[in-house]
């Protein structure tokens, strides 16, 4: 059973029915949470591939989120055609100048969509800027906190998937640098990162 409910600028949650009156001929349409934020531009979309990985090789996506910005609800996910896993780390290290600039890509398309808060510093002045753009493959990516590890156990030429997705939902601090690094396990493999994410304007 769903209870679909309607929260006001008071906090106060309204019964929808009250809210509705079909018999007038209104429609019921129901939401998910993240179709919500996509319909109101604020979800995004990245990636970054890899067709030449070989074993123990990795593929990283790298950021750093925004001092009192929006907070960012974020779901990785990646594929591989052999095998290998993928880390969330939380304040890890990297090469500043480093890496290749790769657009964030709103996924509102309708009139100008508006900008990701998500930093990246391949200019060392300032260190971390705001351009719309996240790092890919950045040099010396090490340290930081493993929030969680994801594996695909693959057979060549059988692609593997894995994600962070609906209730791995992760919500990042402000101000922290973050990284999404996939490594190989055996050679001749190939393995895409796909981040997709929500910046929000409260904590829940």
């Known amino acids: 059973m769903i209870r679909v409910i309607f929260r006001g600028k008071d906090g106060i949650d309204y019964p929808i029915d009250s809210l509705l009156n079909l018999s007038m001929g209104g429609r019921l349409t129901i ?35 925004c001092e009192h910005a929006h907070k960012v609800h974020l779901y990785p996910e990646f594929t591989t055609l052999v095998g290998g896993y993928c880390d969330l780390l939380e ?17 509102k398309r309708s009139r100008t969509p508006i900008q990701s808060d998500l930093e990246q510093d391949d200019s060392a002045t300032p260190v971390f800027v705001k351009t719309n753009q996240v790092l890919t493959n950045v040099d010396n990516l090490a340290g930081g906190t493993i929030l969680c590890r994801r594996y695909a156990w693959g057979e060549k030429g059988k692609v593997e998937a894995g994600g962070f997705r609906a209730e791995n939902e992760f919500l990042l601090r402000e101000d922290t640098q973050y990284a999404v690094r996939f490594t190989a396990i055996g050679a001749n493999n190939t393995a895409q990162i796909v981040l997709n994410w929500i910046e929000h304007g409260e904590e829940e």
């Open 31 to 65: 939401l998910t949470s993240a179709e919500h934020e996509a319909h109101e531009g604020h979800a995004f979309t990245t990636g970054a591939a890899d067709i030449t990985l070989a074993d123990t090789e990795t593929l990283n996506i790298a950021f750093r989120t």
């Open 91 to 107: 304040a890890p290290t990297w090469d500043t100048g480093s890496g290749v600039l790769t657009n964030i890509i709103n996924r």
